[in-house]
Nanobody
Framework: QGRLVESGGGLVQAGGSLTLSCVASDRTFSSHPMGWFRQAPGTEREFVAA????????IYSDSVKGRFTISRDNGKNTLYLQMNSLEPEDTAVYYC??????????WGRGTQVTVSS
């Protein structure tokens, strides 16, 4: 069974930047759409961004559009989320996911991002 492992979270001041990474355990994930969700304390998990297997046609939630950039390197089995102009409202646990197209969603365990004001 495939695994996804996130890294790159941490504590940053408002206005700062972080880059999250999500490494997949095997190359099968290179054929799957992948993306990021986040969950703040006391809230539901919300969509952040997604990207097609080819790396084209990224989509973003309105709350991060223009500040975050999703990308992937299929040769390294890695998904990225570049986060700029971070705001305290971006504080959450960030999860990467992969959709195999036949009804299965794979999730990582998450990485904490904390933005101080």
């Amino acid at each position: 069974q495939g695994r996804l492992v996130e890294s790159g979270g941490g504590l940053v001041q408002a206005g700062g930047s972080l880059t999250l990474s999500c490494v997949a355990s095997d190359r099968t994930f290179s054929s799957h759409p992948m993306g990021w969700f986040r969950q703040a304390p006391g809230t539901e998990r919300e969509f952040v961004a997604a990207i097609s297997p080819s790396g084209f046609r990224p989509i973003y939630s309105d709350s991060v559009k223009g500040r975050f950039t999703i990308s992937r390197d299929n040769g390294k089995n890695t998904l990225y989320l570049q986060m700029n102009s971070l705001e305290p409202e971006d504080t959450a646990v960030y999860y990467c996911y992969a959709n195999d197209g036949i009804g299965n969603l794979y999730w990582g365990r998450g990485t904490q991002v904390t933005v101080s004001s």
